[in-house]
């Protein structure tokens, strides 16, 4: 027993004497992430990546596809708008199993324009260098008017398989089908996880009473749409007609 209270009595002191580790003062140097580091590359580990390098760059840089003019981006209606929403809604229908009737991309996910020509893997990499995936969501009439709503705020959106009109900031007609949209009627919505989420100003598309996850990205979805169509090209109809 005396042993017992002896270790006992060792082990707290020891405890009382030990004292918190603090930070009395700290160091510190700038290293400028320049040229001056090309002297420490791992220079076999460059060598491992220059054919894979060489091999991604051929895949980046070849035609898969053609158009045969400038698509530009532009509100309210565009050529590169329309042709991205009309490539998701084509692809949302190969891999959906039942069927969509409209498709959402916001104009601010369209980062660049493309010139008349061929068309790359690369191409499309600057169009949407995001890794948004495709969702398909189930919405009420009620919701998708509140989304034409919006976008008649907003300028103009990029839409597939909806045709809207609207004058001084007021809605004045919106389309499925060609039918009006009835409030109480479902809908299904191909569109990103991103916007999904009500994002960019998308409030509307967070109140979706089901979705489907494709768990493929948009990005990928383009370019196998390429290269099934190979020509890229997109109409202004009028589905965006905001005046």
């Given at each position: 027993?005396?042993k017992?209270?002896?270790?006992?009595?060792?082990?707290?002191?020891?405890i009382?004497?030990?004292?918190?580790l603090?930070?009395?003062?700290?160091?510190?140097?700038?290293?400028?992430?320049d040229?001056?580091?090309?002297?420490?590359?791992?220079t076999t580990?460059?060598?491992?990546?220059?054919?894979?390098?060489?091999?991604?760059e051929?895949?980046l840089?070849?035609?898969?596809g053609?158009?045969p003019?400038?698509?530009i981006?532009?509100?309210p209606e565009?050529?590169m708008?329309?042709?991205?929403?009309?490539?998701?809604?084509?692809?949302?229908q190969q891999?959906?199993p039942?069927?969509?009737?409209?498709?959402?991309?916001n104009i601010g996910?369209m980062?660049?324009?493309?010139?008349?020509?061929?068309?790359t893997q690369?191409?499309?990499?600057?169009?949407?260098?995001?890794?948004?995936?495709?969702v398909?969501?189930t919405m009420?009439?009620?919701?998708?008017?509140?989304?034409?709503?919006?976008?008649?705020?907003?300028?103009?959106?990029?839409?597939?398989?909806?045709?809207?009109?609207?004058r001084?900031?007021?809605?004045?007609?919106?389309?499925?089908?060609?039918?009006?949209?009835?409030?109480t009627a479902?809908?299904?919505?191909?569109?990103?996880?991103?916007?999904s989420q009500?994002?960019d100003?998308m409030?509307p598309?967070a109140q979706y009473?089901?979705?489907?996850r494709?768990?493929?990205?948009?990005?990928?979805l383009?370019i196998e749409?390429?290269?099934?169509?190979?020509?890229v090209?997109?109409?202004?109809d009028?589905?965006?007609d905001?005046?």
């Amino acid at each position: 027993m005396k042993k017992i209270v002896l270790l006992l009595l060792i082990a707290v002191g020891l405890i009382a004497c030990h004292r918190p580790l603090r930070i009395v003062s700290t160091t510190s140097e700038v290293m400028m992430v320049d040229s001056t580091l090309d002297a420490i590359q791992d220079t076999t580990y460059l060598q491992y990546l220059t054919p894979i390098k060489a091999e991604l760059e051929q895949a980046l840089n070849t035609p898969i596809g053609y158009a045969p003019e400038i698509m530009i981006v532009h509100q309210p209606e565009c050529n590169m708008l329309n042709w991205a929403c009309d490539a998701l809604w084509a692809m949302a229908q190969q891999r959906y199993p039942e069927k969509v009737d409209m498709a959402v991309v916001n104009i601010g996910g369209m980062r660049c324009e493309w010139a008349a020509g061929d068309i790359t893997q690369r191409h499309i990499f600057e169009l949407m260098p995001f890794d948004n995936e495709l969702v398909v969501l189930t919405m009420t009439g009620d919701e998708i008017l509140n989304l034409c709503n919006v976008f008649v705020q907003r300028g103009g959106e990029g839409v597939a398989g909806l045709r809207m009109k609207a004058r001084n900031g007021k809605l004045i007609s919106a389309t499925i089908a060609g039918k009006p949209i009835l409030p109480t009627a479902y809908y299904t919505v191909a569109t990103s996880d991103y916007l999904s989420q009500g994002n960019d100003g998308m409030t509307p598309l967070a109140q979706y009473q089901d979705m489907w996850r494709s768990e493929e990205k948009i990005r990928d979805l383009y370019i196998e749409y390429v290269q099934q169509v190979k020509t890229v090209q997109a109409v202004i109809d009028g589905r965006m007609d905001i005046q």
